[in-house]
């Protein structure tokens, strides 16, 4: 570049240049004020090499070399680049769960974000000792600024490696938990999706829902609640049948679970998990399934099923993704979905990175955000099938209705419950268990919540759609010792059998 342009676009240069050539009495006798460019500030004479733009110190470049080591030129700007470790817990290949909304939230931000940097990895699993060994790359290889994973699984190894490195920033999504310096998680509240999820299913439903509950954690009991108090608000007599997977997803050999039953002409066949719970919960009556897993696999299963002539009227609800009713193979809307709860983490991921791009981090408290009318601002939202023939203007005045009156509306009563609720977590079960109706559900018993209301059930043998069905009671200590019942769960990876299924030690 012409010395000219340059000292045009830097004036500050002459400046320090004069002052060289006058003698080091002069630079020490003069007092430079203010910081360097990607600092924060709050006004221009804070910023001795730019100006305060937005709480930070830049200045204007059209290329790296314009601007002093560390900033590069980020949008004709001179800015601290902000490097990203994305360590997704599964795949996001299949494109159609959890793990593909991350991947696109960051996407997005990084488009909104010139600054930022990332890269992501996939897989990463807890309790096998992926998250140390990608925690140690990210920050000794990579030497990220950021590390973000996005479950909850792997919360307490990632506690333990932001003490081992406390320069770098950790976002944990769906836990809670925090250390005051460099950790935080975040999440949102989309059991307000979930209610207004209820509603469509029941819209549809008679007398009976499914749900393919995934991991078990006081996060996916919630789910499940909300679901059925968003159904019985429309029909008071509707039940919510619960079928556990165990872990987020079937993760084993495709194909690996039998069922032997008249979805399969009574001929014996394999399944991956999730069809298998959902076969379950046809053969035993359910008019609209939901799920928690990060796969769509009983969305399609339900679709294969009603293509191939084996069901008539029953459908599905999606799980985490705007285009949860969308086939991946086909790009055709699946007729048998009504519609997803799901995620848009763009705003939530570009808002903590701007925070901590320009200092504004809190590590003092956790992100949890609610619904808000406006889908493009709002985390958890609710997407309408199109084909489900349902009207959507019903379901926008769902989405107003608990929008406007807060995520405590969710759990608002009366109702009883099945006999778990302990607001106190002493370990026992609460004398008395209803919900009242002008009672509020407090952000510590939200945590925890490891009980159902009155209206989820379950089978008294879980393998047996023909048995009797009973209250639903959410795996305790007193469930492990249930050996049926544990041999049939899927658990964690790398655990034992019956290890990671008890509620109350997932918080």
Known sequence: M????????????????TSAALGCTFVVESDIKGSGLGTVCAANDQCHAGVCDNGICVASCTVDGECPSPTKCFAGKCQ????????????????????????????????????????????????????????????????????????????????????QYKHVKFLNCSGDNFNGHNAISYDGHIEQ???????????????????????????VVRYISAFYLGARSVNKDIKVEVQWLGFWVDYKTPESYPYKGPLSDNQDVKLYREDLLTYRLIDSGAEVIAHSTDS?????????????????????????????????????????????????????????????HRGTWRADQNRNEVMIIDPAKSVPGFELNPASG??????????????????????????????????????LAD???????????????????????????????????????????????????????????EGPPGVPPGVGIVCKKNL
């Not at 012409?2 to 830097?10: G, P």
């Not at 509603?199 to 499914?210: C, F, H, P």
């Not at 048998?336 to 763009?346: F, I």
């Not at 759609?465 to 049939?488: I, Q």
Request: negative net charge; charged residues 30%.
């Open 296 to 356: 769509q696999r009983p969305v399609r299963a339900i679709e294969r099923l009603t293509k191939d002539g084996k069901i008539h009227d029953v459908y599905s609800i999606s799980n985490d993704n705007k285009a949860g009713c969308v086939d991946l193979l086909t790009k055709q809307r699946m007729q048998s979905c009504l519609g997803s709860p799901y995620w848009n983490w763009t705003p939530l991921y570009i808002q903590m990175f701007e925070d901590i």
């Open 431 to 489: 004398a008395v268990q209803a919900f009242g109706a002008d009672e509020k559900m407090s952000e510590t018993e939200y945590n925890t919540m490891c009980w159902f209301p009155k209206g989820v059930i379950e089978k008294f043998d879980v393998t047996d759609p023909k048995s009797a069905d009973v209250d639903g009671r959410v795996p305790d200590e007193d469930r492990v010792r249930d050996t049926k019942f544990v041999n049939d769960l």
């Open 2 to 17: 012409e010395v000219s342009l340059f000292i045009k676009r830097h004036p500050w240069v002459v400046g320090l240049a």
């Open 80 to 163: 601290t680049p902000l490097k990203v470790a994305g360590l997704w817990i599964g795949p996001v290949t299949e494109g159609e769960g959890w793990n593909s909304t991350h991947q696109e939230g960051m996407e997005e931000a990084a488009k909104q974000l010139p600054y930022l940097n990332w890269y992501r990895r996939e897989n990463v699993l807890p309790f096998t000792g992926d998250v140390d060994k990608m925690v140690d790359q990210a920050v000794l290889e990579e030497k990220v600024d950021v590390v973000v994973l996005n479950s909850f699984s792997q919360r307490e190894e990632m506690m333990k490696k932001a003490e």
């Open 390 to 427: 349902i009207d959507s203007n019903a379901v926008r005045s769902y989405v107003t209705e608990i929008s406007s009156r807060g995520w405590e509306h969710t759990f608002a009563g009366p109702y009883e419950t099945t006999g778990q609720r302990d607001r106190d977590l002493d370990g």
């Open 193 to 219: 999706s979930w209610w207004v999820a209820g509603r469509v299913a029941a819209s549809k439903a008679k007398k009976r829902l499914g749900f393919v509950a995934s991991f078990i954690t006081p996060e």
